[in-house]
């Protein structure tokens, strides 16, 4: 839990504060990012008494199931979005996917507050993402927070875009290691696993369909961002949100591949054990008729007396096995 503030103006650089009263030192033209990562409503509350937010945005920032959104409050933006983590609920050897695992935690969300002088980003819990880009602001302040607030936030929502795409690659690994488990063990098989899969890639279909609309706002919008050049890159953002959108629905399909391959398999191995035990009995029906022929009670029957019977039709059932089994063979039926 912390609160950082990066206050960039030309003279005398980026300077860094973990206090809200740091922000009465920006002065008129500066360029002002705080960034809080608190489930505590009071060091947003503060923030927000000091920029003059809405009470509704503040409220939203706190739901972690908000879908994405943006609104237009004359003098500043406030925006809704879902990022994506890596997996918590994959098992790096087993690479399942748990049932459980709850969508905030691998779609946390993260409000932005935005105007031409300052940009204000919450969030309820660790975002390693955006932790990226505040190092990035530090480490080259000219060449990130110098650029304005809005180039800022075209970095943050940039950044969270190529990591919702990098993110699809657990799924991947996902669907490829149910796969495997379908073609090679299908025994071991769950179809839940499937059923959690593709559930958990119809969520991040429409946090990505929703946020494409926001980032569809931000690059054709004039009134939201004034700058040509900045918008074609929220162009460029955009074409990647619909990329994404587009790997999901590919691996959606995957899934029910996936599926497919299970119940062929199942059905292939059910009718290896059907053809097995249709073998073992069409072997076992002459040997039941011999057997069944000298346990009638008739006194004249061939071998009956003779000391060599048994063997004789012994041989005679052995070789009968042996010439099913060798028919079997050729007609590949085992």
Not at 109 to 122: F, G, K, N, P
Not at 190 to 206: M, P, S
Not at 234 to 249: G, L, N, S, T
Request: proline share 4%.
């Amino acid at each position: 839990m912390f609160l950082d503030v990066y206050i960039f103006d030309r003279e005398t650089g980026l300077q860094t504060f973990d206090t809200i009263e740091s922000l009465n030192r920006a002065e008129a033209n500066s360029i002002v990012w705080v960034d809080i990562e608190n489930p505590e409503q009071e060091p947003l509350r503060a923030v927000a008494s000091h920029f003059g937010f809405h009470e509704l945005t503040v409220e939203d920032c706190f739901d972690p199931d908000h879908s994405p959104k943006l609104e237009d409050y004359g003098g500043y933006l406030f925006m809704i979005f879902r990022g994506l983590n890596p997996l918590p609920a994959i098992d790096q050897e087993e690479k399942d996917l748990e049932e459980d695992a709850e969508e905030e935690d691998y779609a946390p969300a993260i409000s932005m507050y935005l105007s031409e002088r300052y940009i204000v980003t919450h969030r309820l819990r660790e975002i390693p993402w955006l932790d990226a880009v505040l190092r990035q602001v530090k480490a080259i302040p000219e060449r990130t927070i110098a650029e304005g607030s809005s180039a800022l936030a075209y970095r943050i929502i940039d950044v969270l875009v190529d990591r919702f795409a990098r993110g699809l690659q657990d799924f991947e690994r996902i669907i490829d290691n149910l796969e495997d488990t379908a073609i090679e063990t299908p025994e071991k098989f769950e179809i839940g696993d499937i059923l959690t899969a593709k559930r958990n890639l119809g969520t991040l279909r429409q946090l990505m369909r929703e946020q494409l609309v926001v980032i569809n706002r931000l690059a054709h919008d004039r009134t939201l961002i004034k700058p040509q050049r900045l918008r074609r890159y929220f162009k460029d953002v955009e074409d990647h949100a619909a990329a994404v959108i587009r790997d999901i629905d590919q691996l959606s399909e995957t899934i029910i591949g996936v599926r497919d391959v299970y119940f062929t398999m199942t059905n292939v191995r059910l009718q290896d054990i059907m053809r097995i035990l249709t073998v073992f009995t069409t072997v076992g029906v002459p040997l039941n008729i011999i057997v069944g022929l000298y346990g009638m009670n008739f006194e004249w029957i061939p071998f009956l007396h003779s000391p060599y019977g048994f063997w004789i039709v012994a041989v005679v059932m052995l070789a009968l096995v042996v010439v099913m089994f060798f028919f079997f063979k050729k007609r590949m039926w085992i």
